[in-house]
């Protein structure tokens, strides 16, 4: 069984940063994509950004591009989400997600993703 657990959101002034955490365990990740995702209130979820485990090819939202980079360690088996620039915009719940054979054009939507974490909470005050 798949489990994700994310850590690293909290409180941080416009123009702050923050990097969120997400432990995996329960598989070798080899085959995963593992994405980050974001749910502000009143609105849906949305991609922020994915990155292949095997080739460490990433992929980005338009809006983040510039300002998040995701990463992973193997040794550790986490994914990393550094946010910088951070804007008033970008406080949501953001949610670790993990997809096995994740098609291409899947990586950018949640039926990419089999598996998913509690999430964090960003707060961004402006």
């Known amino acids: 069984q798949v489990q994700l657990v994310e850590s690293g959101g909290g409180l941080v002034q416009a123009g702050g940063s923050l990097r969120l955490s997400c432990a995996a365990s329960?598989?070798?990740?080899?085959?995963?994509?593992m994405g980050w995702f974001r749910q502000a209130p009143g609105k849906e979820r949305e991609f922020v950004a994915a990155?292949?485990?095997?080739?460490?090819?990433?992929y980005y939202a338009d809006f983040v591009k510039g300002r998040f980079t995701i990463s992973r360690d193997n040794a550790k088996n986490t994914v990393y989400l550094q946010m910088n620039n951070l804007k008033p915009e970008d406080m949501a719940i953001y949610y670790c997600?993990?997809?096995?054979?994740?098609?291409?054009?899947?990586?950018?939507?949640?039926?990419?993703?089999?598996?998913w974490g509690q999430g964090t909470q960003v707060t961004v005050s402006s």
């Open positions: 997600a993990a997809g096995l054979y994740t098609q291409a054009t899947d990586i950018m939507s949640e039926r990419g993703y089999g598996y």
């Open positions: 990155i292949r485990w095997s080739t460490s090819i990433t």
């Open positions: 329960g598989r070798t990740f080899s085959w995963y994509t």
